[in-house]
């Protein structure tokens, strides 16, 4: 079953019906949203992993990244993330570096 399919018969237990009468609409970044229903929800996956949140009352985020080497870490650190970050990132090389420079993208982009 594909994540699509398994959000959708998910929202449809939040809202009461058929997983088929779940509509999307997007938002202006291309976020999935459920229009007129009072549930929010946000999703992410990264490789064969997937996440989904649920909320009745507010917005919420998620991010998901597979551990995996990324170049231009530093590059992104520098010109992306607060000073305190840059020093907690940059404090570390190899693998470390990788797990703390994801750690706070996906705060970031949840």
Not at 17 to 26: A, L
Not at 49 to 71: Q, T, W, Y
Not at 80 to 104: M, N, Q, Y
């Amino acid at each position: 079953m594909s994540f699509r399919i398994f959000l959708r018969c998910l929202l449809s237990l939040y809202i009461g019906s058929g997983p088929q009468e779940v509509c999307f609409s997007y938002n202006d970044y291309g976020k999935p949203e459920l229009g007129s229903e009072n549930v929010f929800f946000n999703i992410s996956h990264s490789g064969d992993l997937a996440v989904a949140a649920f909320s009745g009352c507010n917005e919420l985020g998620v991010d998901i990244e597979r551990v995996k080497p990324v170049p231009e870490a530093v590059e992104i650190t520098r010109n992306s993330f607060s000073h305190i970050e840059t020093c907690w990132i940059s404090a570390v090389d190899g693998p470390e570096l990788v797990k703390r420079f994801l750690r706070c993208w996906v705060i970031r982009e949840a």
